[in-house]
T-cell receptor, first 115, second 108 residues
């Protein structure tokens, strides 16, 4: 299995609080991604990174920010969590981006509940 | 039209059956294709890549039809353990697009 660790695995928090999810990889892959997965929507890209300090928005980036200060770590922050951000969050990594032929590999996911 | 479309199912089949899933994509410039498997409450896992000439991995066969812009996954001799959601994934134009998945239930 790809060396991807997400933390925390589960979190329950209240509306309005800040939340940070961490993704750590040991594969030295250039590309890292954050997705959310909700019933009826499948996987939706929040943000991705193509190198240290290089990030870009995905299709559902509102309310989220990311940072990548080291190759191995990609952080997702909800500045002020809302109930609509209750979801399962997956981190993924790949050696190349969508224009290449390398697949993405996923972490175990973080189940986030915002009350 | 969605960029990648799959029949959501569910497909309910008996053990030993052969089942096929199709997936259509809209971007003719798409370059690479994959099938993933996702078990309930788990992460998606790569099942197999899909090559232009078609490819097989044990009981699983993947095919690509660029002219009609679809990929398929055939599962032969279904096992109970094949019960999962199967995601079609398309790379192209610097984007990776995931289908919403097809649910498969294999029953004894």
């Amino acid at each position: 299995d790809a060396g991807i660790t997400q933390s925390p695995r589960h979190k329950v928090t209240e509306t309005g609080t800040p939340v940070t999810l961490r993704c750590h990889q040991t594969e030295n892959h250039r590309y890292m991604y954050w997705y959310r997965q909700d019933p009826g929507h499948g996987l939706r890209l929040i943000h991705y990174s193509y190198g240290v300090k290089d990030t870009d928005k995905g299709e559902v980036s509102d309310g989220y920010s990311v940072s990548r200060s080291k190759t191995e770590d990609f952080l997702l922050t909800l500045e002020s969590a809302t109930s609509s951000q209750t979801s399962v969050y997956f981190c993924a990594i790949s050696e190349s981006t969508g224009g290449g032929n390398q697949p993405q590999h996923f972490g175990d996911g973080t189940r986030l509940s915002i009350l | 039209r969605k960029e990648v479309e799959q029949d959501p199912g569910p497909f309910n089949v008996p053990e030993g059956a052969t089942v096929a899933f199709n997936c259509t994509y809209s971007n003719s410039a798409s370059q690479s294709f994959f099938w993933y498997r996702q078990d309930c409450r788990k992460e998606p896992k790569l099942l197999m890549s899909v090559y232009s000439s078609g490819n097989e991995d044990g009981r699983f066969t993947a095919q690509l039809n660029r002219a009609s812009q679809y990929i398929s996954l055939l599962i032969r001799d279904s096992k109970l353990s094949d019960s999962a959601t199967y995601l079609c994934v398309v790379n192209g134009g610097f984007k990776t697009i995931f289908g919403a998945g097809t649910r498969l239930f294999v029953k004894a």
